[in-house]
């Protein structure tokens, strides 16, 4: 049984600084941490109300989706990258008879990208954020983005 736990004892500390070097590359967790300080600022010093919230890798393609924004609402954009992204974008679109047309766009070079939204009425918009530039030569990064309001 000693030499067990001693084997398993051994084996996590040869292991443990190649773990620990795996998971800074692979862990969502500072993403997440990054997220809960967003949440907490935009909802507790801004009175936001946040609607989306969402994580995830990405890549030289980007990261598109589709959400529906209403008249009479306020929207913010904002959007994080982890230390892998020296510049991230943010690009708004409207559905306008079937064609995207840009109605917002960061125009900052940094990784923690912001636009401001105001629909003239209610419609289907496209939310595109794009890598502009990877720090050094990394191709793929973890990213979280947020939409939020103004409460009533």
């Given at each position: 049984?000693?030499s067990?736990?001693?084997?398993?004892?051994?084996?996590?500390?040869?292991?443990?600084?190649?773990?620990?070097?795996?998971?800074e590359?692979?862990?969502m967790k500072?993403i997440?941490?990054?997220?809960?300080?967003?949440?907490?600022?935009l909802?507790?010093?801004?009175?936001?109300?946040?609607?989306?919230?969402?994580?995830?890798?990405?890549t030289?393609?980007?990261?598109?989706?589709?959400?529906?924004?209403?008249?009479?609402?306020?929207?913010?954009?904002?959007?994080?990258?982890?230390?892998?992204?020296a510049?991230?974008?943010?690009?708004?679109?409207?559905d306008?008879?079937?064609q995207?047309?840009e109605?917002q766009?960061?125009?900052?070079?940094d990784?923690?990208p912001s636009?401001i939204?105001?629909?003239?009425q209610?419609g289907?918009?496209?939310?595109?954020?794009?890598?502009y530039?990877?720090?050094?030569?990394?191709?793929?990064?973890h990213?979280?983005m947020?939409?939020?309001?103004?409460?009533?």
């Open positions: 049984m000693r067990s736990i001693l084997s398993i004892l051994f084996t996590l500390i040869v292991l443990f600084p190649a773990i620990l070097l795996a998971d590359y692979t862990t500072n997440l941490i990054d997220m809960a300080g967003y949440v907490e600022f909802e507790d010093s801004l009175e936001q109300e946040i609607v989306h919230m969402q994580a995830d890798i990405i030289d393609e980007g990261k598109r989706f589709t959400r529906t924004l209403h008249e009479g609402w306020t929207y913010g954009v904002a959007a994080f990258a982890d230390w892998r992204v510049d991230l974008d943010i690009t708004v679109y409207k306008v008879d079937g995207w047309v109605v766009k960061d125009e900052q070079t990784n923690t636009v939204i105001e629909p003239s209610t289907v918009y496209m939310i595109e954020l794009s890598i530039e990877f720090s050094e030569e990394y191709t793929a990064a990213y979280g947020l939409i939020y309001h103004e409460l009533d």
